[in-house]
């Protein structure tokens, strides 16, 4: 086992409350709470706290991930919300350290999909009953572009009388440019963090203007003063991350009480200059089951927030996505981008479902989830229960 972990691990036995404790002191608690009061549940999950679950093994690690499961049933049912994924366009102006697609990567051929063939996607969304398209791109921010994507969003609207629900994932922008394409129709927008330590974060992003951390701060600020439903997320394994780190980032996204979370392994990518640490990063199996156990102890934090099973996940284990699921994820975001382009959206390497034509994605979502006792709640929005039952106390 990776040494960082097992020395934690080692510690963590001499801490006066074992896990066993915490998970039957907090789980029962916020599944008690939650009914007695109709609200989310317990807060009570200190720093300490999470640390301990993450480190778990054996027998406290399947209670972990049993508590975590049923507090999303109890809370969220066996329902999985699809978000039919178009990457818009793989041209980035920032060299972000970890990413593929980074504008420094000269080696990718760079697309941007045409107004037809988006709106294509959307109605194949629409079609397959997806209920809600996500539009993510590389980051741009020139006038072109944001008067681009607000005409986009206005013509997926169209469809079908704004029957399809819109995520956008398209970077840091101005607070202007989030309200505009926010009342041109998008409600949901997702812009992770990506590290909430401000010293990791400069250790997996150059250190200059392109790349600020309090200037993402503002941005995720900005998303929930606009009246997105808001979502954030880190990778999980990075060089040089602690426990510590994945602690503070659970209390990060509690504390800033946003609607949804996506969090998926660190794939190292060739073509970047994170590569060179691939050999000082926890083992892909590793990476995988701390993504699983960060997904349960926030399922177990924050019951009614949505949570994505990422791709990430799933190119690391072919059972990835199902495995997300059961340990507390809701949502998950087939590829509908046309296969032509997706070789070109390699963020990492090895990429699931690159190949997998929509309609065979789609079919074989409702066998797999059928097979862990969930299924696809389709034509609905999905969305995020903690955020609707906010905004209808305000
Ligand atoms: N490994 C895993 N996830 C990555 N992302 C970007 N690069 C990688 C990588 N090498 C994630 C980031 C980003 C999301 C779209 O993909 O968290 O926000
Ligand atoms: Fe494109 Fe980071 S490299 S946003």
Redesign the pocket.
């Known amino acids: 086992m990776y040494a960082f972990f097992r020395n934690f691990y080692l510690c963590a036995k001499f801490q006066t409350m074992t896990i066993t404790e915490i998970l039957n002191k907090v789980g029962p608690s916020i599944l008690q709470q939650a009914q007695d009061s109709g609200t989310e549940g317990s807060r009570t999950l200190t720093h300490e706290k999470i640390k301990l679950l993450l480190a778990a093994e054996g027998d406290d690690k399947k209670l972990l991930f049993d508590q975590a499961l049923q507090t999303k049933l109890a809370h969220l049912d066996n329902y999985v919300h699809l978000r039919g994924l178009i990457e818009y366009s793989n041209i980035c102006t920032k060299y972000c350290l ?3 697609v980074r504008c420094k990567n000269l080696k990718v051929e760079r697309y941007t999909l045409s107004d037809e063939e988006v709106i294509e996607c959307a109605k194949l969304a629409h079609e397959l009953g997806y209920g809600s398209v996500a539009l ?1 791109s590389g980051e741009r921010s020139d006038k072109a572009f944001v008067d681009k994507i607000t005409y986009l969003v206005q013509e997926i609207k169209k469809i079908d009388n704004g029957s399809l629900g819109i995520t956008l ?1 398209l970077g840091e922008q101005t607070e202007e440019t989030y309200r505009r394409w926010f009342e041109a129709g998008a409600h949901r927008y997702l812009l ?1 963090i ?1 590290a909430s330590n401000e010293d990791l974060y400069y250790k997996i992003h150059p250190h200059d203007e392109k790349h600020d951390f309090q200037q993402r701060l503002a941005c995720i600020d900005g998303l929930l003063k606009v009246g997105y439903q808001t979502g954030t ?1 880190v ?1 999980v394994g990075l060089p040089f991350q602690t426990l510590d780190d994945l602690a503070d980032d659970l209390l990060f996204f509690k504390q800033k009480d946003v609607a949804m979370v996506g969090m ?6 060739p073509d ?1 200059p994170l590569w060179q640490y691939r050999d000082q990063i926890p083992s892909a199996e590793e990476r995988m089951e701390l993504t699983l156990k960060m997904i349960a102890v926030l399922r177990l934090m924050m019951p009614e927030i949505n949570m994505v099973a990422a791709t ?1 996940n799933q190119t690391v284990d072919p059972q990835g996505r199902e495995k997300a699921i059961l340990a507390g994820a809701n949502v998950i975001m087939p590829n509908l981008t046309p296969n032509e382009f997706r070789e070109n959206y390699l ?2 390497p090895d990429k699931a479902c690159v190949k997998d034509k929509p309609d065979e994605c789609h079919s074989c979502l409702d066998v797999r989830l059928a097979a862990i006792g969930h299924k696809v709640l389709y034509n609905a929005w999905g969305d995020s229960v903690a955020f609707t039952k906010r905004q209808k106390k305000s």
């Open positions: 970890y990413c593929g993510q994932s992770r990506e997320g990778m998926g392994p660190f794939i190292p990518h970047t990430a963020i990492y």
